[in-house]
């Protein structure tokens, strides 16, 4: 039974992105099947790891996901690449419950074919965001330590707990994760204190530094460890895979 | 005859918030009369500037726009604050041409009590950014110096061209401004190459380079000028500001 986070913050480039793509690379080269789902209609993801975006996003067709999924050149990390025509799904995805019943589905059937799912999602509470929601098992928020960054945080959670209520437990914290992370910033610090303040135990320890590997990796379609494997930032998303693991 | 800038990238924090409110400062401290107009729902620009959000944006009311412009600390500087609950906005903004008519008529309204007015838009190339533009004469497109900032380029350039096409001429590109940049990076100068190499005189001969001051100010709801007048970061907006003018 698969453990799907959604890998959500409006708040635009705290690095869901860099989360999403070298989280799933870590879980997979620790031998669990992980696929990594793309529905952000920058296809950020997709690029990532090589890919090129789908003509149509397998999420709104017909056939089985399995089908679609890409195999990646990291053993154990499939891709269901995304779509720049995924505008379209914005829409279907607003007008009523048909997305997230369709998505349900789609996820529910591949569900057993691997251990982790994660989808990175564009920077929107919207709908297609509470449409992830609705379909994972757990929520996972990175913060940038900055202070734009918090003031978003508070209405995320207000969507968060929207959908909590109507997935009936099926929605959990899967943890939030603090990024670009610079010590030597007063700001940084104060921003640590706040968020683990006010979120407890939620808050991952391992936090990722800021560290140049992790924008140039994305430019040679590669994940952070084929690209530099031996940088802060593989180090920091392997060390958070660890603690990933350990929650389950 | 105000000149409208639509501030845009559907890439997320690429400096959209920090260019609208530190330009639009700059602009006003030079003596022109400038309205900030926050659309995005994360209201950062509102923020920024040490206001709050408004119940039910000026811009979905009916009555007169100068009404709702609230005097800020900067000389010269008015805002129309965001509301969070735009999101009801960029529904309607979805259905019909209803929202564009509505925006453009105020902001007709105005057009002649301001030199400068600039529109702060939420990450996303959706129909709320296209509202902006349709209504605007120029656009202002900030690009992070890293590789995700660049792919989404190409698909924002669409859809400004597609306004443009239904626009009459009325829309221009005002500017293309590299945000974060970090000589001592080799993807800085790959950028940065790239983008001169494609846009040509549109991009603006100054960069904002890092500043922590620019991440700093907006906590304290202040304008780099008002926060860290000698930063580096208030200097480029500075420089920027004289650029825009001079563009006249
Ligand atoms: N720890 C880090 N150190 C340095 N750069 C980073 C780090 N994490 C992410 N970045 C870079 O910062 C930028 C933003 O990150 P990313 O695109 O992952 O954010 P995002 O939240 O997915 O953005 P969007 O809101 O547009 O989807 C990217 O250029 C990325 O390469
Ligand atoms: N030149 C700079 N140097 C350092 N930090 C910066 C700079 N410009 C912006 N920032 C910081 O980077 C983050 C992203 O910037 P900003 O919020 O302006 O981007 P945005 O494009 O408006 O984001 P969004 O897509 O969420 O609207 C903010 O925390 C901001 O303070
Ligand atoms: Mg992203
Ligand atoms: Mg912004």
């Known amino acids: 039974m698969a453990r799907i986070f959604s890998v959500v913050n409006q708040k635009g480039g705290v690095g869901k992105t860099t989360t999403s ?15 990594l789902i793309d529905i952000d209609p920058q296809c950020n993801a997709t690029g990532a790891v090589g890919s090129d975006p789908a003509a149509r996003h397998a999420l709104l067709g ?13 053993p154990n990390l499939g891709l269901l690449p995304g779509s720049r025509r995924f505008q379209d799904a914005d829409v279907m995805a607003n007008s009523d419950t048909q997305a997230t019943t369709k998505l349900r589905a789609h996820l529910d059937s591949v569900m057993d074919d691997y251990e982790y799912i994660l989808i990175d999602c564009p920077p929107s509470a919207g709908a297609m965001t509470e449409t992830a929601l609705t379909a994972s098992t757990e929520v996972m928020i990175p913060i940038q330590c900055e202070y734009f960054a918090m003031v978003g945080v508070a209405q995320l959670i207000g969507t968060i707990k929207k959908v909590m209520g109507a997935t009936d437990g099926r929605l959990t914290f899967g943890g ?21 303040d006010f979120f407890g135990d939620i808050v991952f320890e391992n936090v990722v530094p800021r560290d140049v590997a ?10 952070v460890f084929q690209y530099a494997p031996r940088s802060r930032g593989a180090f920091a998303y392997t060390q958070l895979c660890m603690e990933v693991l350990q929650r389950d």
């Open 21 to 35: 793509v070298n989280l799933s690379a870590a879980l997979a080269m620790a031998g669990n099947r992980t696929l």
């Open 62 to 74: 017909e056939s089985p996901l399995g089908e679609s999924v890409i195999v990646t050149d990291v």
């Open 176 to 196: 939030i994760l603090l990024t670009m992370y610079d010590e030597s910033l007063e700001l940084t610090r104060e921003i640590d204190e706040d968020v683990r």
């Open 214 to 223: 992790l924008c140039e990796a994305p430019s040679h379609g590669q994940t």
